[in-house]
């Protein structure tokens, strides 16, 4: 599934090969957490934003529009008319966040619907049911995902159980992709490492899980409250106790240095709201730096958001219309806004891979690590 072609110290050139596509690595996963991304761009707006892997979640579209009637027709491609690839997280994370009240037991997690309330019982084979009814190209394994910082003994217990649990979910794809209507049956399974910010206990469980020789591996339970400084240490743990020959994924990660430093790293996947999420609110990324597109200095301001952008957004309308469109409510405003922060992390990517391939990622490294920091 998945080839190294190339390395620059510890940060990788690679390409995933799937049933539904091609990925090229490193890559960014446009969040399209009910089947579409916030601030109204559909399937066919991804490819102009040059999107390689969709990513959709197990928790919301269970609740709406329910995952068996995805099935009905056809599964998430279908449905939502992407054809790349797909990966679905598992719901855990939600439960996480979005659960008032939840408890958790061996067996599962019962907590109640964020939507009406009614109560809910997700197991690790729950999870794969309805990931493999909504027919992904990857399914993130159902994982218990703690606060940062946690204690200690809590935070062991929970790794402990979350490596049982991935057991159970791989037992639960393979039965399900054996079944002759399965949406798609070559459907892969990655496993979550957790253990806070305990690098004794992130070691541990990533050896443990390392031993069921899955497609791939993801780092998750980070960016949840601990100091960027210490999610870094984390990374540089781990990484050297996961499968070289597998796909490497930072879980809902983040700030454009944060994948610089990520790649830099030896991670290879990355998935995160803040580009869509800033974009809703004005904030857009840029070659050089962060703007707040709802300034009054923009308001007779003629220019692109980013004049070294070749985004919809920046081919077309000036910050002037843009911040116009922002201050009035219009959802045209959001969009475009939303289009212009997808293109440029998807950009970024595409650049941190041309930097690879020409053996210059450290000097691209040590230029951006401090420049798109920059509040312009």
């Given at each position: 599934?998945?080839?190294?072609?190339?390395?620059?110290?510890?940060?990788?050139r690679?390409?995933?090969?799937?049933?539904?596509?091609?990925?090229?690595?490193?890559?960014?996963?446009?969040?399209?957490?009910?089947?579409?991304?916030?601030?109204?761009?559909?399937?066919?707006?991804?490819?102009?934003?040059?999107?390689?892997?969709?990513?959709?979640?197990?928790?919301?579209?269970h609740?709406?529009?329910?995952?068996?009637?995805?099935?009905?027709?056809?599964?998430?491609?279908?449905?939502?008319?992407?054809?790349?690839?797909?990966?679905?997280?598992?719901?855990?994370?939600?439960?996480?966040?979005?659960?008032k009240?939840?408890?958790?037991?061996?067996?599962?997690?019962?907590?109640?619907?964020?939507?009406?309330?009614?109560?809910?019982?997700?197991?690790?084979?729950?999870?794969?049911?309805?990931?493999?009814?909504?027919?992904?190209?990857?399914?993130?394994?159902?994982d218990?995902?703690?606060?940062?910082?946690?204690?200690?003994?809590?935070?062991?217990?929970?790794?402990?159980?979350t490596?049982?649990?991935?057991?159970?979910?791989?037992?639960e794809?393979?039965?399900?992709?054996?079944?002759?209507?399965?949406?798609?049956?070559?459907?892969?399974?990655?496993?979550?490492?957790?253990?806070?910010?305990?690098?004794?206990?992130?070691?541990?469980?990533?050896k443990?899980?390392?031993?069921?020789?899955?497609?791939?591996?993801?780092?998750?339970?980070l960016?949840?409250?601990?100091?960027?400084?210490?999610?870094?240490?984390?990374?540089?743990?781990?990484i050297?106790?996961?499968?070289?020959?597998?796909?490497?994924?930072?879980?809902?990660?983040g700030?454009?240095?944060?994948?610089?430093?990520?790649?830099?790293?030896?991670?290879?996947?990355?998935?995160?709201?803040?580009?869509?999420?800033?974009?809703?609110?004005?904030?857009?990324?840029?070659?050089?730096?962060?703007?707040?597109?709802?300034?009054?200095?923009?308001?007779?301001?003629?220019?692109?958001?980013?004049?070294?952008?070749?985004c919809?957004?920046?081919?077309?309308?000036s910050?002037?219309?843009?911040?116009?469109?922002?201050?009035?409510?219009?959802?045209?405003?959001?969009?475009?806004?939303?289009?212009?922060?997808l293109?440029?992390?998807?950009?970024?990517?595409?650049?941190?891979?041309?930097?690879?391939?020409?053996?210059?990622?450290?000097?691209?490294?040590?230029?951006?690590?401090?420049?798109?920091?920059?509040?312009?």
């Open positions: 599934m998945f080839k190294v072609i190339k390395n620059e110290n510890s940060a990788r690679g390409v995933i090969n799937t049933v539904h596509g091609t990925v090229q690595t490193p890559c960014f996963m446009n969040v399209a957490t009910c089947g579409a991304i916030k601030g109204a761009l559909s399937a066919f707006d991804l490819k102009d934003v040059k999107c390689q892997i969709m990513l959709s979640n197990t928790y919301h579209m609740l709406r529009p329910g995952d068996e009637n995805v099935k009905t027709l056809g599964g998430l491609h279908k449905f939502t008319r992407w054809d790349g690839p797909i990966l679905t997280d598992s719901g855990g994370f939600q439960v996480f966040s979005l659960a009240l939840r408890n958790i037991t061996e067996d599962g997690v019962t907590f109640n619907s964020h939507i009406d309330g009614h109560r809910i019982f997700m197991t690790p084979e729950f999870s794969m049911q309805i990931q493999s009814n909504l027919g992904s190209t990857i399914a993130m394994a159902f218990e995902c703690v606060e940062n910082p946690s204690p200690y003994d809590y935070t062991k217990r929970s790794a402990e159980l490596a049982r649990w991935l057991v159970r979910c791989k037992n794809l393979t039965r399900l992709n054996s079944l002759g209507d399965a949406v798609n049956p070559q459907q892969k399974l990655f496993g979550i490492n957790q253990g806070g910010i305990y690098k004794d206990l992130r070691v541990d469980h990533m443990r899980i390392a031993e069921l020789e899955l497609d791939g591996y993801a780092i998750g339970g960016a949840v409250g601990e100091e960027t400084e210490v999610m870094y240490e984390i990374i540089d743990e781990v050297p106790h996961m499968p070289y020959d597998k796909p490497r994924y930072l879980m809902g990660v700030t454009p240095v944060n994948i610089i430093e990520a790649v830099h790293r030896g991670v290879d996947m990355f998935d995160c709201v803040m580009p869509s999420r800033n974009a809703r609110h004005g904030h857009l990324f840029t070659w050089k730096g962060i703007r707040n597109i709802m300034n009054s200095k923009y308001a007779l301001d003629p220019a692109p958001i980013d004049e070294q952008c070749e919809p957004t920046c081919k077309s309308f910050r002037a219309y843009v911040r116009h469109l922002m201050k009035a409510g219009e959802m045209l405003g959001m969009r475009l806004c939303v289009t212009h922060n293109y440029f992390y998807n950009t970024l990517l595409e650049r941190i891979r041309e930097a690879l391939d020409e053996n210059r990622y450290e000097e691209f490294y040590n230029t951006y690590r401090e420049i798109l920091n920059i509040r312009i």
